[in-house]
């Protein structure tokens, strides 16, 4: 009746913003994140590409070249990157998405 049809109305409203604001949030979250990952790896790729003698230098008196090295503290800055998403995800998104389920749960 009419005070269902408000009451679906009010829900819908309320569903829509939450999206909008997921929306919203997985964009901070997530663009600055895919920027933070495709910058360095293409890089990495690039000077590899074009210039592979740089990367081939090794450091010091050492059998370790300067590509290993930096390839190395690549993936640990991608695990951190990973690991800043997570802990992102689980502040950020995890709350509207939890809003989310308990609005149309209702």
Known sequence: ??????????????????FSDLQKARREVV???????????????????????LFSKLVGSG????????GFILILHIFLVTLTYSYLANKKLEPIIRKLIKTQSM
Do not use: D
């Open 1 to 18: 009746s009419k005070e269902t049809l408000s009451v679906s109305i009010a829900s819908i409203k309320k569903i829509k913003k939450l």
């Open 31 to 53: 663009l600055p994140l895919i920027t933070l990952t495709v910058a360095p790896y293409f890089g990495f790729i690039g000077v590899i590409a074009f210039n592979p003698n």
């Open 63 to 70: 059998s370790l070249s300067i590509g290993i090295i930096l």
